[in-house]
């Protein structure tokens, strides 16, 4: 499997999400470069991206189909950065401090 930033593309309340996917894949291997760098079968979503990888960018899969997230539920940029956007706008509300105030939003 091939990891990819946890980094939103909108960075909502400062927190970075917990819940997005760290890996994405299994991708098969087609050939080992050097003793630390394996070049992957990367499918045709992922063509602007360069197919060798070092050994830290990847991890070992135990083939469980159920785990498997599919790549046209996925957005990620030409760094492999995962990009969201909210879908609509739940509630919103103003939480009032001593001497400021703190818009609260709720996102799906």
């Not at 400062?14 to 470069?33: A, D, M």
């Not at 997230?69 to 509300?93: A, Q, T």
Request: a positive charge.
């Amino acid at each position: 499997m091939l990891k990819i930033s946890p980094h939103k593309g909108v960075i909502r309340f400062g927190k970075r999400g917990k819940l997005n996917p760290w890996y994405i894949g299994p991708f098969k291997i087609l050939e080992r470069i050097g003793r630390v760098a394996y070049k992957l079968e990367l499918p045709e979503e992922l063509s602007n991206i360069h197919s060798t990888f070092h050994v830290s960018n990847l991890k070992k899969c135990l083939s469980d189909e159920s785990l498997v997230i599919p790549m046209k539920e996925l957005r990620l940029d030409d760094k492999l950065n995962f990009v969201e956007e909210p879908v609509d706008i739940k509630d919103r509300e103003v939480k009032q401090l001593k001497q400021s105030r703190i818009p609260i939003i709720k996102v799906r």
